[in-house]
Nanobody
Framework: QARLVESGGGLVQPGGSLSLSCAGS????????MGWYRQTPGNQREFVAS???????NYTDSVKARFTLVRDKTTATVTLQMNNLEPEDTAVYYC???????????WGRGTHVTVSS
């Protein structure tokens, strides 16, 4: 099972920015799709963004113009840069990795993001 370690998150005012990073092993980083889901109380986890080993990104519509997901080969991490945050972005954000549809998905422990004035 892949070990994914998340960092970042916290409290920010509406319109502010935060970044979330997720570190995996070099094998995971180089062979797996990595990305983020988020979850609010009482709701299922929803997809936020993903990036393939080749650098192809995918975003849910509500974050496309505001979030950017990048890969860093040096640190074997993926980082989600979140700009112009809205209260609706408040959630626990989970890093994940898998090798495509139908394969096992591994999860990080989650990190809290709170957008509030």
């Amino acid at each position: 099972q892949a070990r994914l370690v998340e960092s970042g998150g916290g409290l920010v005012q509406p319109g502010g920015s935060l970044s979330l990073s997720c570190a995996g092993s070099r094998t995971v980083w180089s062979t797996s799709i990595m990305g983020w889901y988020r979850q609010t109380p009482g709701n299922q986890r929803e997809f936020v963004a993903s990036i393939t080993p080749g650098g192809i990104t995918n975003y849910t519509d509500s974050v496309k113009a505001r979030f950017t997901l990048v890969r860093d080969k040096t640190t074997a991490t993926v980082t989600l840069q979140m700009n112009n945050l809205e209260p609706e972005d408040t959630a626990v954000y989970y890093c994940y990795s898998n090798r495509g549809p139908g394969t096992r998905t591994d999860w990080g422990r989650g990190t809290h993001v709170t957008v509030s004035s």
